[in-house]
Antibody
Framework: QVQLVQSGAEVKMPGASVKVSCKTS????????IHWVRQAPGQGLEWMGW????????RYSENFQDRITFIRDTSASTVYMELSSLRSEDTAVYYC????????????????WGQGTLVTVSS | SYVVTQPPSVSVAPGKTASITCGGN??????VHWYQQKPGQAPVAVIY???NRPSGIPERFSGSNSGNTATLTISRVEAGDEADYYC???????????FGGGTKLTVL
């Protein structure tokens, strides 16, 4: 069965960077994009971007354009999200999710999600 | 960028029908997806592409999309349906995902 398993909670100082992993299994890693979505405490979902594991192509939300990096390790079927220059507003649960692309409708939806990783930014 | 709007909250009695809306400019021309999120859990897709249910989702969940409004309908509401619900579209002009602000469904 498809599974996305994320790394554990992190506590970081303002200005630091954090790297969250998302290990996939149960399907062909290179066949589906992985998206990242975050949720601040008590707030809604915010799409951050995606990476296509097959070729490493990425697309980032304009809200994170210069602070975020996605990389993939095809040998480990794992995707990483690195967010730099952390500030208190980055405190959130970060989710990875598998993208299901429907070409006829030019749309993506998210059919499997990781369990989430809490990142706390505090001095 | 594209914006979608949801009511913050909807209340419904058990056994009744709940309707949660998602508004956006000509949203009927886009595919709308819906997610259910219970406290402390990751979201789960309940409807994709306007009116399709992923495997394992009860038939009580249905969707529609026309004009400027998409709607998630939950029939015969149960206590276990109490959750936050989010609509999501793909903004192909910017190639980005867009979520609505979420609607808290309360079962009275």
């Amino acid at each position: 069965q498809v599974q996305l398993v994320q790394s554990g909670a992190e506590v970081k100082m303002p200005g630091a960077s954090v790297k969250v992993s998302c290990k996939t299994s149960g399907y062909t890693f290179t066949h589906s994009a992985i998206h990242w979505v975050r949720q601040a405490p008590g707030q809604g979902l915010e799409w951050m971007g995606w990476i296509i594991p097959g070729n490493g192509k990425t697309r980032y939300s304009e809200n994170f354009q210069d602070r975020i990096t996605f990389i993939r390790d095809t040998s480990a079927s794992t995707v990483y999200m690195e967010l730099s220059s952390l500030r208190s507003e980055d405190t959130a649960v970060y989710y990875c999710a598998r993208g299901f692309y429907i070409a006829a409708a030019a749309t993506n939806w998210f059919d499997y999600w990781g369990q989430g990783t809490l990142v706390t930014v505090s001095s | 960028s594209y914006v979608v709007t949801q009511p913050p909250s909807v209340s419904v009695a058990p056994g009744k029908t709940a309707s949660i809306t998602c508004g956006g400019n000509n949203i009927g021309s886009k595919s709308v997806h819906w997610y259910q999120q219970k406290p402390g859990q990751a979201p789960v897709a309940v409807i994709y592409s306007d009116d399709n249910r992923p495997s394992g989702i009860p038939e009580r969940f249905s969707g529609s999309n026309s004009g400027n409004t998409a709607t998630l309908t939950i029939s015969r509401v149960e206590a276990g349906d109490e959750a936050d619900y989010y609509c999501q579209v793909w903004d192909s002009s910017s190639d980005q995902g867009v979520f609505g602000g979420g609607t808290k469904l309360t079962v009275l």
